[in-house]
């Protein structure tokens, strides 16, 4: 900038005074002076216009926003560098960990935290609680409290003696059924009806029937499953000495030998009785 | 106007583990220094890493920080300051090369913003017009030689008043004026010469 004198005010006293009287705080004779040598210094002159403009475009600047994750990111940097809060802390005693917390948390780290992390997903929280719902309704509608849960015994002789008695009450229960008890004793009427039938197929093979005379697999079952509790009562004659007679019937002993059928001294006795052959 | 008394307690929670006091820094004084950044670097993502880099820096050297000598928001421009210019005398040589490479003239003055901001036709609001200007007037900025830009940006762009500027630049107050004088000065010219060439 030239060093000449203009109005009794030198240029660099001028450029002094620039940035005050920019900012509105010249005043007075000051102010006069500096606005005398700004209107006959060639150079002066047009370094208060320019600055002036060049003020105005600035203050036309609007602040710009910072990104959103930036004081994230500053965070997380400032958090990962060695601090006076870390140093502090690193002074500090340390917990002394076992070398099984140690190989739990790297577990958990490594390998667990995948699957919790899965788990944690509300679908699969959902999933869960429905699923234990479900279940909890099941065994409430089957009778299981929960208080019998602690008298279960998980020994295998007690699982056995669970699976045994589980089985037979279920299979008491069946048969005790009066519907099944029923269908039962109608399934076996049906087949006696059905029984006169069967000997047309017994003729069909005569020959084999001849050979296997006591195999009794190929009858029907309505044979080999006689009940003869229901079936026709059987007469069967016997006939007993009756009356003391010291030849046949000597005391407590009876001599078979001297019976003879063609007596007609001998009483008859009609005894009928059921026998059941099984 | 920070208060002096709240910035003190906050720093001394944060030396003392306090990390709700650290964020709070971090929140209060971010914005402040991510423009600082902006307006000297030019680039956003630069910005964004020299912020980054300055909390760090804050956050090793807090304890250091004496209330008694001054404000703590120019110490922290301070550090700001001082990394830009670490950063600018980094960058210089890749600018040097990247300069030959496109075989600009030696002379700023000799390559007009006209040919580096893209001649657009007229904008259909004062919206877009005034996002214009303030892209026209932000890369004219980033022509200014390193002291008159820090200068104009501290004090037109963040209010400091001179005293504060020279203690960040740590050069006489008469000095700041000066440079805050010839930096306006010389980015009317550039404008002026900018809008001249697109009229």
């Known amino acids: 900038m030239p060093d000449h004198t203009s109005n009794g005010m030198q240029c660099n006293e001028f450029d002094h005074l620039l940035a005050d009287a920019i900012d509105g705080v010249l005043s007075g004779s000051g102010l006069d002076r500096f606005q005398a040598h700004a209107r006959v210094c060639k150079a002066c002159g047009p370094l208060l216009a320019e600055a002036e403009a060049g003020r105005n475009w600035l203050k036309g600047l ?15 940097s400032t958090t990962g560098v060695d601090t006076q809060r870390l140093r502090v802390s690193a002074r500090s005693p340390q917990p002394r960990i076992s070398w099984w917390e140690r190989v739990q948390a790297s577990l958990f780290e490594g390998m667990l935290e995948p699957i919790w992390a899965t788990v944690r997903q509300p679908r699969f929280a959902m999933s869960f609680g429905m699923a234990f719902f479900a279940l909890s309704v099941g065994l409430t509608v089957a009778g299981v409290k929960p208080a019998d849960l602690r008298q279960v015994s998980l020994r295998p002789s007690a699982i056995r003696h669970t699976y045994y008695a589980t089985q037979a009450r279920v299979v008491h229960y069946y048969e005790n059924v009066r519907v099944v008890y029923q269908l039962e004793a109608l399934a076996r009427q049906v087949k006696r009806n059905v029984a006169p039938v069967e000997p047309s197929r017994k003729e069909s093979r005569p020959a084999k029937q001849k050979d296997d005379k006591n195999d009794t697999t190929q009858q029907p079952e309505q044979n080999r499953e006689r009940n003869y509790s229901q079936a026709d009562s059987h007469l069967i004659l016997a006939s007993v000495p009756v009356g003391p007679s010291p030849s046949v019937f000597d005391g407590s002993k009876l001599d078979w030998s001297k019976l003879d059928p063609s007596n007609p001294d001998l009483p008859v006795v009609s005894v009928t009785t059921y026998r059941r052959f099984v | 106007m920070e208060d002096v008394q709240v910035v003190a307690m906050l720093v001394r929670r944060c030396i003392a583990g306090d990390s709700a006091a650290w964020e709070e820094i971090v929140q209060t004084y971010n914005r402040r220094i991510y423009n600082i950044c902006y307006r000297f670097a030019g680039s956003g993502d630069d910005a964004q890493d020299l912020t980054q880099e ?37 960058t210089k040589q890749d600018r040097m090369t990247d300069s030959i490479d496109t075989a600009a003239p030696e002379h700023e003055d000799a390559q007009p913003l006209s040919e580096q901001i893209p001649d657009q036709s007229a904008p259909p609001d004062a919206r877009v017009r005034s996002r214009e200007v303030g892209e026209t007037v932000h890369a004219a900025l980033a022509k200014l030689s390193p002291e008159l830009r820090e200068a104009v940006i501290l004090r037109d762009l963040q209010d400091m008043d001179y005293r504060e500027i020279a203690a960040v630049l740590k050069v006489p107050e008469g000095t700041v004026k000066s440079r805050i004088n010839r930096g306006r000065a010389e980015l009317a010219r550039l404008l002026q010469r900018t809008y001249r060439q697109v009229m």
């Not at chain 1, 910072?66 to 994230?72: C, E, F, K, Q, R």
């Open chain 1, 62 to 76: 609007t602040e710009v926003e910072p990104p959103a994750s930036l004081v994230m990111n500053i965070l997380a």
């Open chain 2, 54 to 90: 300055v909390f760090i820096k804050m956050y090793r050297t807090l304890s250091s920080y004496d209330h008694n000598k001054g404000a703590f928001v120019t110490w922290v421009t301070t550090i700001t300051r001082n990394l830009l210019v670490d950063h600018f005398r980094k």
